[in-house]
T-cell receptor, first 113, second 116 residues
Framework: GDSVTQMEGPVTLSEEACLTI???????????LFWYVQYPGEGLQLLLK?????DKGSNKGFEATYRKETTSFHLEKGSVQVSDSAVYFC????????????FGSGTRLLVRP | SAVISQKPSRDICQRGTSLTIQCQVD?????MFWYRQQPGQSLTLIAT?????????ESGFVIDKFPISRPNLTFSTLTVSNMSPEDSSIYLC?????????????FGEGSRLTVL
């Protein structure tokens, strides 16, 4: 079945450092790909999404490009802030999985001042 | 988009009791789902809440333990029955907006249950 694999955390960075969180997927069809963020004590919020190959999703300085050839959707940010500290979840949804959202294990990011 | 409200936001429950979580969406939505997030873990889908019919459960989840109702297009409930400490989790309601074909889901704030 469909699945998502993302890098283990926690990831600890200093403010203004570059961030990459790796995400790869396995899917039989053509999924949509998502990054969700969960700030401490809060629910999940959509950070960005991409619905077809080569699409780039972006929001709040974060970017991710849908790479079908490598089945990847890595999350990047050029300069992180303390306020970016959160847990980040990569996820996919496809018609083959009845549009159920399948999540990766989550990566905790801690940004130090 | 859709705004999802859940209640209770948190509760402390005794072993063997049951608790019902309510989920209200501010607009009519096609699909509604219930997820569980165990401490420090990712989200696991419990079931798809179907309007006017029985929910569709994922492997490892059964109706007797997690009965779900969805009487209309904006409301659903999840009951956690005969709770044990292993049921201590955050339970999240989610919905797919009407007309959306990307699979994007909106989430409630979650209901954090602690079972003693």
């Amino acid at each position: 079945g469909d699945s998502v694999t993302q890098m283990e955390g926690p990831v600890t960075l200093s403010e203004e450092a570059c961030l990459t969180i790796n995400c790869t997927y396995t899917a039989t069809g053509y999924p949509s790909l998502f990054w969700y963020v969960q700030y401490p004590g809060e629910g999940l919020q959509l950070l960005l999404k991409a619905t077809k190959a080569d699409d780039k999703g972006s929001n709040k300085g974060f970017e991710a490009t849908y790479r079908k050839e490598t089945t990847s959707f890595h999350l990047e940010k050029g300069s992180v802030q303390v306020s970016d500290s959160a847990v980040y979840f990569c996820a996919l949804s496809s018609m083959d999985s009845s549009y159920k959202l399948i999540f990766g294990s989550g990566t905790r990011l801690l940004v130090r001042p | 988009s859709a705004v999802i409200s859940q209640k209770p936001s948190r509760d402390i429950c005794q072993r063997g009791t049951s608790l019902t979580i309510q989920c209200q969406v501010d607009s009519q939505v096609t699909m509604m789902f219930w997820y569980r997030q165990q401490p420090g873990q990712s989200l696991t889908l419990i079931a798809t809440a179907n309007q006017g019919s029985e929910a569709t459960y994922e492997s490892g989840f059964v109706i007797d333990k997690f009965p779900i109702s969805r009487p209309n297009l904006t409301f659903s409930t999840l009951t956690v029955s005969n709770m044990s400490p292993e049921d201590s989790s955050i339970y999240l309601c989610s919905a797919q907006g009407a007309g959306d074909d990307t699979g994007e889901l909106f989430f409630g704030e979650g209901s954090r249950l602690t079972v003693l």
